[in-house]
């Protein structure tokens, strides 16, 4: 018999982690990436989330994991059901076999029976761009040295008197989760996501501290920064920084705090990513300092995972930038299931008719890309009317993971 027909008939999976298998997968994430995985992605690691763990067995043993969380999401007021991937491994012995790809297909299949719209993935390999993953966004990412953050120095809260800026703790996440409810772009996060995040500490992979901005007792904004004592640089050369992760509240007030995050940590450098969504913050920053900040994505990738669903929850977004007339008519169609990879896609309005290739190319004519010049991934094609129609109403913005980054 084929060593290939032996290992399928041993294969069971991919499907959910079963309960009495919690050590096992410890083992197959703690050995693949480090063994605090658990305690760094609580919201990952849940009783409440073993659903979403999906696994590969050989045998008795779990071999392979692709996980996720499922969450909404609000892009400038539209609801959306989102979910990201994270966590993705095979122990070493049992790569190259097809697991991890049948295990990401297996989740795309879940998660769109459970309503998912688009799935963000922490990660750009080719496991996922094989598969129409693509990075989308067209963001900015600043690095500021002291002397472009001396210029911010007379930036105030609104108000223009004294502020503060310290460490908050759990105490605070009801402001916190206020003002991150403020941002017309974000997740619709629980509170328990609030309370892993600051009881562990770890946001987007690193350890990070929680720094909020206040007027008075008034929190105004908040901002969470990767530790940079406990950042791995490339090399010893390289200048120690400090990277804001996440922040949210009012623009004046986040801008104000970062000349005095910079004197805290008495590092060379300040990184910060402004979303292409965001009006303000990546314009001023650029005009107040001199500094141009570098073209780049949102975070990883993103699969569509169903697309017409997507697209009908997002009309009142394109209705607000084309217009009723030239978005009450259109339609969207999907040649393929929810979920799966294959298949092209068309938008139509009466009889003019726009025809996206493929899931890749799809993701990036959505959400748009920072990479436009090299894009590979071919360009829609059909009725130039509706297409230019189109072309106004869009990107959708990207979100940006933050604390809820798996
Ligand atoms: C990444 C990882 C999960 C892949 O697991 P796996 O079970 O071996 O995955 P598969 O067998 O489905 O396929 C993976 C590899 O086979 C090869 N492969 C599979 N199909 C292929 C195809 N059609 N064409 C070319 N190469 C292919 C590729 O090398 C591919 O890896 P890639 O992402 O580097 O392109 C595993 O290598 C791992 O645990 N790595 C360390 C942790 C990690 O990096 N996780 C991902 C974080 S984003």
């Known amino acids: 018999m084929a060593a290939g027909t032996l290992e399928t008939q041993r294969r069971d999976g991919p499907r959910a982690l079963r309960p009495d298998e919690w050590e096992q997968l410890d083992h197959v994430v703690g050995t693949v990436f480090r063994p605090s995985m658990f305690q760094d992605y609580p919201q990952l690691f849940n009783e409440v989330n073993r659903e979403n763990l999906r696994v590969v067995a050989e045998g008795d043993a779990v071999v392979c994991h692709v996980g996720f969380i499922q969450r909404p999401a609000s892009l400038q007021g539209c609801r959306i059901d989102v979910c990201a991937i994270g966590a993705v491994a095979t122990l070493d012995e049992h790569r190259g076999k097809g697991y991890a790809s049948l295990a990401f297909q297996d989740a795309c299949d879940t998660a769109a029976a459970a309503?998912?719209?688009?799935?963000?993935?922490?990660?750009?390999?080719g496991l996922y761009t094989r598969v129409g993953c693509r990075q989308v966004g067209d963001d900015l990412d600043f690095s500021f040295s002291r002397e472009e953050l001396a210029r911010l120095a007379s930036v105030r809260p609104p108000g223009g008197g004294d502020f503060t800026v310290a460490q908050v703790g759990a105490e605070r996440i009801p402001e916190l989760a206020a003002l991150y409810a403020t941002e017309p772009v974000r997740f619709l996060r629980r509170r328990e996501d609030w309370e892993m995040a600051l009881a562990c500490?770890?946001?987007m992979n690193t350890p990070s501290h929680f720094w909020g901005v206040s007027v008075g007792e008034t929190l105004v904004a908040y901002l969470i920064v990767h530790d940079p004592s406990k950042v791995r640089r490339r090399s010893a050369d390289e200048p120690a920084s400090v990277r804001v992760?996440?922040?949210?509240?009012?623009?004046?007030?986040?801008i104000a705090a970062l000349p005095?995050?910079?004197?805290?940590?008495?590092?060379?450098?300040?990184?910060i990513h402004t979303q292409g969504s965001d009006p303000v913050l990546g314009r001023v920053l650029r005009a107040a300092t001199g500094a141009a900040g570098t073209p780049s994505g949102a975070?990883?990738?993103?699969?569509?995972?169903?697309?017409?669903?997507?697209?009908?929850?997002?009309?009142p977004l394109l209705a607000e930038r084309m217009g009723?007339?030239?978005?009450?008519?259109?339609?969207?169609?999907a040649d393929a299931e929810p979920g799966s990879q294959e298949g092209s896609f068309s938008i139509r309005r009466g009889d003019a008719k726009v025809r996206i290739e493929d899931l890749a190319s799809l993701a990036v004519f959505l959400f748009g890309s920072h990479r436009a010049i090299e894009a590979p991934d071919s360009e829609p094609?059909?009725?130039t009317v509706l297409l230019e129609d189109l072309r106004r109403a869009l990107p959708?913005?990207?979100?940006?993971?933050?604390?809820?980054?798996v």
């Open 381 to 383: 094609s059909g009725d």
């Open 324 to 333: 009723h007339a030239a978005t009450a008519g259109l339609t969207f169609h």
């Open 245 to 254: 992760v996440e922040f949210g509240g009012v623009r004046a007030s986040v």
């Open 260 to 271: 005095r995050l910079i004197a805290h940590y008495d590092v060379e450098r300040l990184a």
């Open 299 to 315: 975070s990883g990738t993103v699969r569509i995972i169903n697309f017409v669903q997507l697209m009908e929850r997002c009309r």
């Open 115 to 125: 309503g998912v719209d688009v799935m963000l993935i922490s990660g750009g390999r």
């Open 396 to 405: 959708l913005p990207s979100l940006w993971y933050g604390l809820s980054y």
């Open 201 to 203: 500490g770890v946001v």
